[in-house]
Each structure stands twice: as C-alpha cells, then as structure tokens.
C-alpha cells in the first residue's frame, strides 16, 4: 500500500519524489551507530545528571562523617 502511493506521488510530481526520496535517504544515514548495547557509556545528554548526583553523594558523605551528633552540628563545623 505504502509502495502504491509512493508511485502515485512520483508519477504527479517526480521533482518532489525524488527531493523526498533523498531526504529520507540522508535522515536514515546521519543517525550514528551506537556501538553498544549496554548503559555504559550513557549518551552526552545523560551524563550531567550523573556528575551531579556524583557530587551530591561525595558532598553527603562528607558532611555525615564530620564529628557532630546533630545535623545542624554538623553544618556549624563546616561554615
């Protein structure tokens, strides 16, 4: 069915089919290959949420280690 309306379009118009023939072409061949197929590595765009929480885990470390029995202690030794 796809394949009967492409020939109706390219028998209309074979200008516009062949641009869009084309373009398809080149959507189809500009999307990179990921290599892997696992989490690691994450894709650019995941990779700012992990720093964050990476320093959010070091920084919470840090503060629960510091020699204090409360909280709001814990938080006077460090100003």
């Known amino acids: 069915e796809k394949e009967?309306?492409?020939a109706k379009d390219s028998?209309?118009?074979p200008e516009s089919f062949a641009s869009s023939q084309a373009s398809s072409d080149y959507s189809a061949k500009a999307k990179p290959a990921r290599t892997g197929?696992?989490?690691w590595?994450?894709?650019p765009n995941a990779r700012s949420p992990?720093?964050?929480a990476a320093l959010i885990a070091v920084l919470s470390c840090t503060v629960w280690t510091l020699p204090a029995p409360t909280?709001?202690?814990k938080l006077d030794l460090l100003r």
């Open 71 to 73: 909280l709001l202690g």
């Open 50 to 52: 992990l720093a964050l």
């Open 41 to 43: 590595p994450p894709p």
């Open 11 to 13: 028998q209309a118009d």
């Open 4 to 6: 009967a309306l492409l």
């Open 37 to 39: 197929t696992g989490l």
